[in-house]
């Protein structure tokens, strides 16, 4: 079993990234910074919320004094799980005054003047909210900081690598499952459902008293389909619909596991039954395309140049009509960061990215191809982290 400190931010980790964005603030000489993102605000303080429409923000003064701004529901529970100074809140949205109102006040009293950095100028507008920009209720100048933190984001640090190993781990768990227990005649939902459960139970018994979720998007380990079933296997994000199961179907999954955040991606094409001389070519292209990538990852090149070497296999090999989307995205606290696999991305590789490798052949009436692997990159290459059979054989459900 992982010691506490192995899976989980330490404080001394969330405070080296805070001065990393105080030397950023102090260096560009704005006054402080006012961060919406429930992202970001989790990867500076390690408080991890649903984001509604009830405005929450993370704020840090020219000094390095941080704090947090929640709604009156939400104070306790970021007292008791962030590391920051102080909390302050308002009673509800929309309420009187507007929570806008109440953020320009705790803005002023942290002595947040001048220029303030900012990911968006006030809360952006979801789930119904609506309310004046941080700009106009401050008075102050904003300036955009997203690139610097997306920046400092996408380098993993050690204990981050560590969480997504874990989280590999019962990705891996979950997909074996989800194989094991998938025949025609079965649902989607009942099959996805049990495997979900029973890799979910074997975590929490393995790691439980150290485990926490912290996802707005997961609860424990998964595995499923997402609709890509069969003739809507060629549909690269399809969603689901309960489908049942026949022979002759190919399959394309997806599985993961959320271990303090952190996610990692795994998916693989199964088929059901023997595929045909059709689907097993465009099999072994799609795992050829994956090589391909994966050997072509490496740090100081640009990303683009990697999604330009699998472009160049589609063209070489008559299948760009079945091409579809970038070779891949890195991972982590989110299940899609930048930067991304595509000719458009020219951000350097660099050791400490993780990324999903994941290029696809999608054919109307065959079926959909992709296999999907994280992988981190290191000082002389690369390191997959997923470690399920990527190979034809292994993959035939009978």
């Not at 560590?162 to 891996?172: A, D, P, Q, T």
């Amino acid at each position: 079993m992982l010691k506490t400190a192995q899976i989980r931010i330490q404080e001394a980790e969330f405070r080296a990234r805070c001065d990393a964005l105080l030397a950023y603030v102090q260096e560009n000489q704005l006054g402080g910074i006012v961060l919406f993102d429930a992202d970001y605000i989790r990867y500076y303080t390690g408080f991890a919320f649903i984001p509604t429409e009830r405005p929450m923000a993370f704020l840090m003064a020219g000094n390095g004094e941080r704090g947090l701004f929640v709604p009156r529901l939400e104070a306790e529970h970021a007292k008791a799980n962030a590391l920051i100074e102080h909390v302050a809140h308002y009673l509800e949205y929309p309420g009187d005054p507007h929570p806008m109102t109440v953020l320009a006040e705790m803005v002023k009293e942290m002595d947040i003047t001048g220029s303030i950095g900012i990911d968006s100028d006030g809360y952006p507008w979801v789930f119904g909210y609506r309310g004046e920009p941080l700009s106009t209720v401050t008075g102050q100048t904003v300036v955009q900081v997203r690139a610097f933190i997306e920046d400092q984001m996408m380098i993993k640090s050690e204990a981050e690598v560590n969480l997504l190993r874990e989280s590999c781990k019962w990705g891996n768990l979950a997909h074996m499952l989800l194989q094991r227990y998938t025949r025609p005649g079965l649902t989607e939902t009942e099959v996805e459902q049990r495997a979900c459960d029973e890799a979910t139970r074997a975590m929490l018994d393995a790691i439980g008293p150290i485990y926490r979720n912290q996802s707005p998007y997961y609860n424990g380990a998964l595995a499923g389909y997402r609709g890509q079933i069969g003739r809507n296997a060629s549909i690269p994000h399809a969603l689901a619909n309960n489908i049942v199961f026949q022979v002759g179907d190919v399959l394309v999954t997806g599985a993961s596991a959320p271990v303090w955040g952190y996610v990692s991606e795994l998916e693989r094409t199964m088929f059901i039954g023997t595929p045909t001389d059709e689907q097993k070519r465009l099999f072994d292209h799609m795992v050829a395309l994956q090589d391909l990538a994966m050997n072509a990852l490496e740090p100081g090149k640009p990303c683009s140049a990697v999604d330009e070497e699998v472009r160049a296999y589609y063209r070489e090999h008559d299948l760009v009509d079945y091409w579809k989307h970038h070779t891949g995205h890195t991972i982590g606290l989110r299940y899609h960061e930048g930067p991304f696999l595509d000719t458009g991305d020219q951000t350097e590789i660099k050791p400490g990215m993780v990324f999903t490798i994941e290029p696809g052949l999608y054919a109307a009436g065959i079926g959909g191809f992709r296999h999907s692997d994280t992988v981190l990159v290191t000082e002389d290459g690369a390191e997959m982290l997923t470690y399920y059979p990527r190979d034809l054989e292994s993959l035939i459900i009978p």
